[in-house]
């Protein structure tokens, strides 16, 4: 009855991957936070500082996927030995609650993993450290912390050395019913607009009513891949497009097992606190929302082996964005596959949005001064995102790979971020990772590089 706490995820996923004892994951409570990031992977929200959007230069200044039923929790981990066990199962979660002066971003984590594999996944969650239970009622409790170190690469910018974040995990369950709360707390605001630094990563109440579990509450949406098992994280979640937990009802299940589908239908009022970036995403933007945000999720998948699994995922997203001074109508559309090969897996998504969510990304705007008139931002409201990645599990050691491409096809801007990564697991409760960072964006003004860094973390879960 294992209790995966947001840092565990890397932990987690390092451990599917060495699955030598690994035992079948049980019945999945369904949770849907994201992995803490595993030896090879990180925590919900970004870990890196949170720089505010890139300054445009002169004239103008850019998981293993999740695709199991059960969202990860904030940190993502690596699953390169789990047979079920996906990149899309794995979330890492970081992120800063100041930005720097300088443009390096905060890493997005996510919370911790939960398997959502079907019963022949190798990967477990590890035991509660508190287990307390009647017979009808029974109350799981699990405490997780990150440690996260950034290291520039640039001369100019300091490094810095925090508590990402320390969570509790509170599982519940009486009968068919049941409850899941992770609260997470920091020294400072994990991003500028969180209203404080203790949060709720997530918060529902359940029924498993086979094949479907159903969730009422604060939940992570289910758009394209669930995460990249990395830490630092990926444009997709700077942009709010991951790792984004939102109030309202999530109904999924799976069905099959050699030959089966996996299935979301979400509906969602609004949610406050993902992992994105200043600016970049509607919540972030005072006065604005997201209102009747609806998201579905087909994942058909084939099982090649008890260590072996192919995915391929097809999912929608509509929500109305209300802006300060207007309001927009934004679709998107997601399609991913996932291959877990033994100790390799490989994952890729792209993504397609169409309408506009923000007002001043990719070029913010500048406000009036004594002797110059304001300058409004530019927004693009056709965008296109790619997410590619692999990772291989060997004795604990986990080399993955990620790329994240953006591109504001309105305003003609790109940015890329190329992210290496290296993560041992020291036993199963402490698992260590360093990624190098390269985030580069291009514009009609040239090209910029928005962050070169490495980061390091150390997760602990019980």
């Known amino acids: 009855m294992g209790k995966l706490t947001a840092s565990l995820l890397c932990g987690v996923i390092l451990c599917a991957a060495l ?6 994951p049980k019945k999945e409570h369904r949770r849907s936070h994201p992995a803490q990031p595993s030896a090879s992977a990180a925590p919900s929200p970004a870990l890196a500082p949170v720089p505010s959007a890139p300054a445009p230069p002169a004239a103008a200044p850019a998981i293993a996927p999740s695709s199991s039923p059960s969202p990860p929790t904030s940190a993502p981990t690596s699953i390169a030995a789990a047979p079920a066990a996906s990149a899309s199962d794995n979330v890492s979660i970081h992120g800063s609650s100041t930005a720097r002066a300088v443009t390096a971003p905060t890493p997005v984590r996510a919370s911790p993993s939960i398997t959502r594999e079907p019963a022949t996944t190798s990967r477990t969650a590890p035991p509660a450290a508190v287990t ?3 017979p009808q009622a029974k109350l799981e409790v699990g405490a997780g912390l990150i440690l996260y170190a950034y290291l520039p690469l640039s001369a100019h910018v300091p490094s810095t050395i925090e508590v990402y974040y320390a969570s509790l995990l509170l599982d519940g369950t009486y009968g068919q019913f049941g409850m899941h709360v992770e609260p997470r707390v ?5 991003r500028p607009f ?3 630094n ?6 529902y109440a359940y029924v498993d009513w086979e094949p479907f579990f159903i969730k009422v509450g604060k939940a992570y949406s289910r758009l394209g891949l669930f995460w990249d098992n990395s830490f630092y994280g990926n444009l997709q979640s700077f942009d709010g497009l991951k790792l984004d937990p939102d109030i309202g009802i ?8 050699r030959f089966g589908l996996a299935f979301w239908g979400q509906f969602f009022i609004d949610g406050r606190t993902n992992i994105s970036l200043d600016g970049r995403d509607t919540i972030s933007i005072p006065g604005a929302s997201r209102r009747n945000m609806a998201v579905a999720q087909i994942e058909p998948f084939v099982r090649l082996g008890s260590q072996s699994i192919v995915k391929l995922g097809l999912s929608a997203e509509y929500f109305r964005a209300e802006l300060p001074e207007e309001e927009h109508d934004v679709f998107r559309i997601a399609e991913h596959v996932v291959i877990v090969v033994e100790g390799w897996q490989a994952w890729a998504e792209f993504l397609l949005q169409h309408g506009q969510s923000v007002t001043d990304f990719p070029y913010p705007g500048t406000p009036a001064t004594a002797t110059t008139p304001a300058i409004p931002g530019r927004a693009s409201a056709h965008n296109r995102y790619l997410l590619l990645g692999t990772e291989y599990t060997f004795h604990g050691l986990v080399g993955r790979y990620n ?14 971020i190329h992210e290496p990564g290296l993560g041992f697991l020291i036993n199963s409760q402490f698992s260590a990772l360093a990624e190098y960072v390269l985030w580069k964006r291009s514009a ?14 150390l997760n602990a879960h019980f």
């Open 19 to 24: 699955g030598a004892t690994a035992a079948p």
């Open 132 to 134: 307390i239970a009647t």
């Open 186 to 190: 920091r020294d400072t605001k994990l």
């Open 194 to 196: 969180y209203t404080s």
């Open 198 to 203: 203790v949060w709720i990563e997530e918060a």
């Open 250 to 257: 999530s109904a999924e299940g799976r069905v099959g097992a």
């Open 403 to 416: 790329f994240s491409l953006a591109r504001y096809d309105d305003v003609d801007v790109t940015e890329w």
């Open 444 to 457: 009609p003004e040239g090209e910029t590089t928005f962050d070169s860094s490495v980061n390091l973390t």
